[in-house]
């Protein structure tokens, strides 16, 4: 029986690998490590079921989402987004990209466990079978020995949080950053990435508390069991909305305008802790009880190997195309965008330059001998016209 853990391997933001490691706590060993970003292409040595974890954010790709034959899935807090992009509705492509193939392996494998509320509404739209799990990273264990520390963690705070924190406190302020350059540990193997999350996360466990704008910093923060306040910002309500109810949280306005007390920190709700025992059990009992599957049910590898290689090439004329047009699009709404900003920039100087020469004619006609000449008229007119 093999197992595989799922990753982002070129990600540039730590909380994917985090996930990864939530997962990765479960399993006995990794006998695979299958890209996020390129599931359906994921193919076993041998002909056998892989058992997998499938938490994770999907996808950046979404031109080319599918999921691999030979992955048996533990569909458990998984995240599905709408593709509308700004700039018109030629990009915007809304659920679509969730394709037939794809709405049949999840409806396979259901119900599906979604990591939010967002993404539970896109499933009930597609009539997937699903349920409410949380993230998997609220099951993190916390690491034994480690002694509370006095600093507090500022977690990808702008500047101007940075200096509110800093007006209301003297505590050592660790400023870190989860987001990292894209593909900067594309080359690590997952012991050295894994490493990498642990030092982190213990970083977090010793703090006296966390001030986070991340959702995969905040949510392991209550399973370490360290004070956390996640600011909260209306543009990501998608994803971080739904667990406004299980952190601390604030507006980042209202934190800005706060006086909120960080030596005494609130303590965090407990919400969590039944979707953490029930993420522990469930995935727990998939490692150790793994579902018996049917190998006869599964493609020939050699056969497999060869559709991947002429989808590739079908999807690699598309995504061609189709980024030829979105060049075209923005290019075209750039003239266009661009024209217009001429046009109001010459409709405002003529504007201008037109009330310049009627403030000079008025001026001129007031110097001049008819205007004065009229003016006993303009009296008598104006005395009338207060009589009428």
């Not at 986070?212 to 923060?221: Q, V």
């Not at 025992?277 to 060869?306: G, M, Q, R, W």
């Not at 991947?308 to 266009?336: Q, S």
């Amino acid at each position: 029986m093999k197992f595989g853990l799922l990753y982002f391997k070129d990600t540039d933001n730590i909380g994917d690998d985090i996930q990864s490691y939530a997962a990765y706590k479960f399993l006995p060993r990794i006998d695979y490590m299958i890209d996020r970003e390129n599931i359906i292409s994921f193919i076993p040595d041998k002909k056998e079921y892989v058992y997998t974890i499938m938490n994770a954010w999907y996808v950046h790709d979404r031109l080319n989402l599918g999921f691999s034959p030979y992955i048996y899935p533990k569909l458990v807090s998984m995240h599905f987004n709408r593709y509308d992009i700004e700039g018109g509705s030629l990009t915007n492509i809304g659920i679509d990209y969730i394709n037939e193939y794809v709405r049949e392996y999840l409806k396979k494998y259901s119900p599906v466990g979604v990591r939010d509320y967002h993404t539970q509404k896109i499933f009930d739209e597609l009539n997937i079978d699903n349920y409410f799990s949380g993230c998997l990273t609220l099951t993190l264990p916390k690491f034994q020995g480690l002694k509370k520390e006095d600093y507090i963690c500022a977690v990808n705070l702008s500047d101007e949080e940075l200096e509110k924190l800093k007006s209301i406190t003297k505590r050592e302020i660790k400023i870190i950053n989860q987001d990292i350059p894209m593909g900067s540990l594309s080359d690590k193997t997952w012991e050295e990435r894994a490493k990498n999350v642990e030092e982190l996360l213990k970083i977090y466990q010793k703090a006296h508390m966390v001030i986070t704008t991340k959702l995969h910093c905040a949510l392991p923060c209550l399973a370490l069991e360290t004070p956390v306040l996640l600011l909260y910002d209306k543009k990501n309500q998608d994803r971080i909305g739904t667990f406004r109810e299980f952190v601390n949280y604030m507006d980042r306005e209202e934190f800005m305008a706060s006086t909120i007390n960080v030596e005494k920190p609130s303590k965090n709700p407990d919400k969590y802790l039944k979707y953490r025992k029930k993420l522990i059990k469930d995935c727990s009992d998939f490692v150790k009880n793994p579902p018996n599957a049917n190998i006869n049910d599964l493609p020939d590898i050699k056969t497999y190997k060869e559709t991947i290689r002429i989808n590739k090439i079908y999807n690699d004329v598309i995504i061609t195309h189709y980024n030829k047009l979105i060049d075209k699009y923005k290019h075209d709404f750039n003239d266009w965008y661009g024209r217009n900003m001429e046009l109001e920039a010459e409709v405002k100087t003529r504007d201008r330059k037109l009330k310049e020469e009627v403030k000079l004619t008025a001026l001129q006609y007031e110097n001049s001998k008819s205007w004065k000449i009229t003016k006993p008229l303009r009296k008598i007119t104006s005395i009338i016209n207060k009589k009428k």
